[in-house]
């Protein structure tokens, strides 16, 4: 059974718009005293949207990982795990392949995509300069990184119900190319 | 083939599902052997990076051990969650058997997909348990 | 030769405006904004209304000096763009531009809000390479 694209990727940036402006406007209004509750702080604002989106796909990961290990043999190594998220898990939810993996054998990977899926249709109001270049600035990559943390709890969850215990980053400056560092939580 | 009990256990060894017809002592003695069961999958699942034999590395470990009446049969998934099929007959098919393990871990991948199922907890949802009964009726 | 082209919502705002070749400036661009709109849906419905053969969907019209062809999608997207008076039938253009350009970059795009004024620097960015490459661009 398949999703079209299409749907998917707009509930995807209606679900992470959603987070931001609920984590940044309170949904009830607050009364005086209660004021102090209020998340004012952007650095938390920030920390928090990560946590939601975050956690939310670290959920679907796990339980994707089920499903979509279900039809073959059992990995034999860690290097297999990777090689599933790389090419399978990968395609079956970005669509594609990975383009690059690096690793230094004792527990961290570097995955590059250079057309991330969620990211291919970002873009960013044009400043009349440069019509070709599409490099973003500090506030730009805060945003971009709001559509990536919701995909890095996917790969977290996924390996984490494999066997893989991890923390994964991402960090883009062009879009939408883009790169997760999965490290594990074993290495030194 | 008369299944005795199915039960199923999570990656940190927890019991996420023990479904049986029986109760009371019965019951407790069926789920001492689903938990006895576990202990000879630890045995027949290979360490990561361990053999490499193709044969270790099915998702169906076969018959783990027989008892006076009984015989118990394992299977492990990619995400190391156990299934430990319980049963009566003496005249059973691995294939059956392998085929029944299948169609469970259909239905289970079924039961965690539930939006309100977190992972890890146990499974009380009545649409797997009456999936789980059609299906042992079935075999 | 392209001109130029529009893109309206379906309240009448503008939400595109781009040139490529316009020798002869407008007077008053906002103007032009404003009632370009306005005057394409008054000929949609009278071209439909006196057609001898129903149904009926107003393409495009041609004056001594330019061709303006006109693309409305289901949603109330609408589309113009002016050509020399020579150039032939842009419906696969239009359609391209809707389809591929606009849903993608614009519609699809999580910082575009749906009513604002089209910025997307990958949307004008494509459009531009996209018609620059038309073998009547020139």
């Known amino acids: 059974m398949s999703v079209s694209e299409s749907i998917w990727s707009l509930l995807l940036n209606e679900f992470v718009n959603y987070v931001v402006s609920s984590v940044s406007e309170p949904s009830e209004p607050t009364k005086e005293e209660n004021n102090e509750d209020f998340i004012n702080d952007p650095e938390d604002q920030k920390k928090i949207t990560k946590a939601k989106l975050s956690n939310a796909g670290y959920q679907i990961g796990q339980k994707l990982a089920d499903r979509y290990t279900k039809d073959r043999s059992r990995f034999r190594e860690q290097v297999d795990i990777i090689r599933f998220l790389c090419k399978d898990f990968w395609t079956l939810l970005f669509g594609k392949n990975v383009d690059n993996l690096k690793t230094n054998h004792r527990g961290m990977w570097i995955i590059r995509d250079e057309n991330f899926r969620p990211l291919r249709n970002l873009s960013f109001p044009f400043d009349g300069k440069n019509l070709k270049k599409f490099d973003l600035n500090e506030n730009q990559i805060q945003i971009v990184q709001r559509f990536l943390y919701f995909p890095c709890g996917l790969i977290r969850g996924a390996l984490s119900a494999l066997g893989i215990d991890a923390d994964v980053d991402v960090h883009c400056s062009l879009i939408p190319a883009c790169e997760f560092t999965v490290i594990s939580k074993e290495s030194n | ?139 | 030769m392209i001109y130029n082209l529009f893109i309206f919502s379906k309240d009448n705002k503008c939400l595109y405006y781009y040139e490529w070749n316009r020798p002869l400036k407008a007077d008053s661009l906002d103007y032009e904004k404003e009632n370009l709109s306005g005057l394409l849906i008054a000929i949609c419905d009278f071209v439909s209304k006196i057609s001898p053969i129903k149904p009926s969907f107003f393409k495009s019209y041609s004056t001594s000096s330019y061709k303006l062809h006109y693309y409305e999608s289901l949603s109330g997207f609408r589309m113009a763009i002016l050509t020399d008076p020579t150039t032939g039938d842009l419906t696969d253009s239009l359609e391209y531009i809707y389809g591929e350009l606009f849903t993608n970059y614009v519609m699809k795009n999580p910082l575009y809000e749906i009513g604002q004024e089209i910025k997307s620097q990958k949307f004008i960015y494509e459009l531009d390479l996209y018609i620059s490459k038309l073998p009547f661009f020139k």
């Open chain 2, 1 to 139: 083939m008369k299944i005795i009990c199915v039960g199923i256990i999570g990656p940190q060894n927890n019991p996420l599902l023990i479904h049986t017809d029986f109760s009371g002592e019965e019951r407790k003695n069926i789920e001492y052997i689903v938990y006895t069961a576990l202990d000879f999958c630890e045995e027949k699942i290979p360490a990561m990076s361990g053999n490499k034999k193709s044969s270790l590395f099915e998702s169906y470990l076969g018959l783990l051990f027989p008892t006076e009446d009984l015989r118990v049969y394992g299977y492990v998934t990619n995400t190391h969650h156990k299934y430990v099929l319980v049963l009566d007959d003496s005249d059973v098919k691995d294939v059956d058997t392998k085929k029944f393990f299948v169609q469970l871990h259909d239905i289970f991948i079924q039961a965690i997909s539930n939006p309100f199922y977190n992972y890890g907890e146990k499974i009380e949802s009545l649409n797997f348990i009456s999936n789980l009964k059609s299906l042992i009726s079935k075999s």
